[in-house]
T-cell receptor, first 109, second 115 residues
Framework: GQSLEQPSEVTAVEGAIVQINCTYQ??????LSWYQQHDGGAPTFLSY????GLEETGRFSSFLSRSDSYGYLLLQELQMKDSASYFC??????????FGAGTRLFVKA | EAQVTQNPRYLITVTGKKLTVTCSQN?????MSWYRQDPGLGLRQIYY???????DKGDVPEGYKVSRKEKRNFPLILESPSPNQTSLYFC??????????????FGPGTRLLVL
């Protein structure tokens, strides 16, 4: 079967750096995306990696290693507003997308 | 404002009573998709559409139907809802297929309770 594994919960303090890992096992792979979802809200797009390496967008960075079927989202200078759920998602081909179960990030003061 | 809209936002219904959840986008996107979100399971793709009159099944299509008669609209139809379809539903759209068009834009969600 196809699966994406990510930790269910992560806790960090304000101002710190946190890394959320995602390992995937899918029949096809065209790229890894990350989405943020606040309680009661809709998922919003954060980043996308199609090739190996690091993509940086402000305080957020995303990394992909296709050979290891692994990626991560790195959040720097954590703020209270970063408390949310984070989902990794794999484009398995065309318009088919598989999401992980999500990682709930708690940011403490 | 560029957006994806869904209606209704909340719906309580009874088993077997047909319902439709509408989805509309004003960004002229080719691709649209429906997901359901359940605790601990993340988002699971129900159906997707590559363009007008072109649709295909996602991972959990059983019990659902869709149609794409116009580019902007992609309604989700539950012909005979059952309690296991109680969930939070999201519609999403995306420009196209290229890597640079990977971003999916999600609607606000529809919370459905089937009694």
């Amino acid at each position: 079967g196809q699966s994406l594994e990510q930790p269910s919960e992560v806790t960090a303090v304000e101002g710190a750096i946190v890394q959320i890992n995602c390992t995937y096992q899918t029949s096809g792979f065209y790229g890894l995306s990350w989405y943020q979802q606040h309680d009661g809200g809709a998922p919003t797009f954060l980043s996308y990696n199609a090739l190996d390496g690091l993509e940086e967008t402000g305080r957020f960075s995303s990394f992909l290693s296709r050979s290891d079927s692994y990626g991560y989202l790195l959040l720097q200078e954590l703020q209270m507003k970063d408390s949310a759920s984070y989902f990794c998602a794999v484009n398995t081909g065309g318009f088919k997308t598989i999401f992980g179960a999500g990682t709930r990030l708690f940011v403490k003061a | 404002e560029a957006q994806v809209t869904q209606n209704p936002r909340y719906l309580i219904t009874v088993t077997g009573k047909k319902l439709t959840v509408t989805c509309s986008q004003n960004m002229n996107h080719e691709y649209m998709s429906w997901y359901r979100q359940d605790p601990g399971l993340g988002l699971r793709q129900i159906y997707y559409s590559m363009n007008v009159e072109v649709t295909d099944k996602g991972d959990v299509p059983e019990g659902y139907k869709v149609s794409r008669k116009e580019k902007r609209n992609f309604p989700l139809i539950l012909e005979s809802p059952s309690p296991n379809q109680t969930s939070l539903y999201f519609c999403a759209s995306r420009i196209g297929l290229a890597d640079t068009q990977e971003t999916q834009y999600f609607g606000p969600g529809t919370r459905l309770l089937v009694l």
